[in-house]
């Protein structure tokens, strides 16, 4: 392993969040149209395995649905959510 934790990242109804495992907590991050990250102000439960991550997303934040905006999904690292 050389070190570098997972990361999984998502189009959060129409928000892209990146998601990373450091040792036993998860961190998450907003992520800006220049690269930039902002840290979320959320904690994702220690428990909540990298397949359960966008089930817990979408039940997080359901109320920010919206047209074209209405799911939760995971995002190929480098990609940028559909627009719609």
Known sequence: MNGKAAEYRFDVYGRR???QRRGSAWR????????KRRDADFVIPDFIGGDELA???ADLFH????????????LPNGAQPATG
Do not use: K, N
């Open 17 to 19: 969040l990146a998601v």
């Open 28 to 35: 998450a991050c907003w992520l800006g149209d220049e690269g």
């Open 55 to 57: 089930r817990f997303l």
């Open 63 to 74: 109320e920010s649905s919206r047209p074209g905006h209405d799911r939760v999904s995971r």
